[in-house]
């Protein structure tokens, strides 16, 4: 290679960075779990000081807390003593917008240990997770209820820059009721309701998925509003709704898989009605309009759950399987990196029954989706 076609300083440090990105996933994990952020929340601390309230030990928290200011989450000053910076700030349980809970998800060893097997899952198209755990991802998840109860909240945080915005981009008040398909506690069928008053809801998920919503709902004034209906996407989905609403959903399975849940969807759908499907749209080829971090999710899909991320010839294929046609696929604004796909029942077209596996009805969100 001559001299000039060396890669410059710059380049091979953007790869280094990359390399050690998993290194910055478990340090901003350690501090969540820690709870440094909040301990230190709008004042100055010393690691002896953070050392002693986290029982640990107060070398390990310096170089700790050092390492977090070498991301930017924290700032050191004279003296020793730590200040949280403003992207810092989202990693504090109280926070506005705060990433908290999906931080410590996604840097849970439960999200991570299939990566491991990333080139097994590359050479077979199948994902790793069950290798590594002895079943699939929700199926343990259902298992574990502190760690469900964290998944919940980890997908409510990576809803509400979603919910701050579609309320207003698609026009829920020409319709009476919206079901909000593996929805979770409600986040996001929180927020249209919210913004449209005479607009019902049916929340739809497992039981597990639903744990926390009765208290969510209530807590927003919203439980004579909204119906708490336990199921599973893949042998049924709700009646008595006009507008059906998938966020996060489709992106968890493969392609016959969604063409169940969606057949069960157009099989009690009103002629007039409308799907909504929620999701990030890949373009046809890979550019700036998207960040590439929705390509790690896509990988995140293969190793973990078994799903994808699309494009819209995709999504049209998929509707199309299961008597839907798109009308409109719309970005919403920022901070959402979400697109709303609206699909109308085809006439005639009720879908065929469908069968399928078993699974939970919930949103396996990622760090493209936040929003």
Not at 231 to 251: E, Q, R
Not at 275 to 295: C, F, H, N, Q, R
Request: a negative charge; hydrophobic letters at 40%; glycine letters at 12%.
């Amino acid at each position: 290679m001559s001299h000039e076609n060396q890669p410059s300083d710059e380049v091979r440090g953007t790869l280094v960075q990359i390399a050690c990105g998993a290194m910055a996933t478990y340090t901003v994990g350690a501090a969540v779990r820690l709870g440094v952020v909040d301990l230190i929340a709008d004042g100055a601390r010393t690691a002896d000081e953070l050392a002693t309230e986290c029982a640990a030990h107060p070398q390990a928290m310096g170089r700790l807390l050092r390492a977090l200011a070498g991301l930017g989450l924290l700032e050191e000053r004279a003296g020793g003593t730590f200040t949280v910076t403003p992207a810092g700030a989202l990693l504090r349980g109280d926070g506005h917008r705060s990433l908290h809970s999906f931080v410590r998800m996604f840097s849970d060893p439960i999200m991570l240990r299939a990566w491991e097997r990333l080139d097994d899952s590359v050479r077979t198209g199948e994902t790793s997770f069950e290798a590594v755990f002895g079943k699939d991802f929700f199926g343990h998840l259902a298992e574990q209820p502190e760690l469900s109860a964290d998944f919940n909240a980890a997908m409510s945080d990576g809803t509400r820059d979603t919910a701050a915005v579609l309320p207003s981009a698609f026009d829920f008040g020409r319709f009476t009721t919206v079901a909000d398909i593996g929805g979770g506690d409600g986040t996001l069928l929180a927020a249209i309701l919210q913004a449209h008053p005479s607009l019902g809801g049916i929340l739809f998920d497992s039981a597990e998925g639903l744990a926390q919503a009765g208290t969510k709902l209530a807590h927003e004034g919203l439980a004579d509003r909204c119906s708490l209906v336990a199921g599973d996407f893949f042998a049924t989905a709700p009646v008595g709704a006009d507008v059906y609403l998938l966020k996060s959903v489709i992106h968890d399975w493969n392609d016959a898989q969604c063409t169940d849940i969606l057949r069960h969807c157009r099989r009690v759908i009103p002629d007039g009605g409308r799907l909504l499907i929620v999701e990030p749209v890949l373009p046809p080829v890979v550019d700036a309009s998207v960040s590439g971090v929705v390509y790690l999710s896509d990988l995140n899909m293969l190793v973990n759950v078994g799903g994808r991320e699309r494009t819209r010839d995709d999504f049209a294929q998929l509707c199309r399987g299961a008597g839907f046609e798109i009308r409109t696929v719309t970005r919403l604004p920022e901070p959402s990196r979400f697109s709303v796909i609206e699909a109308a029942p085809v006439q005639g077209g009720s879908g065929a029954p469908a069968g399928g596996p078993g699974g939970r009805p919930h949103a396996c969100d990622n760090p493209a989706h936040w929003g």
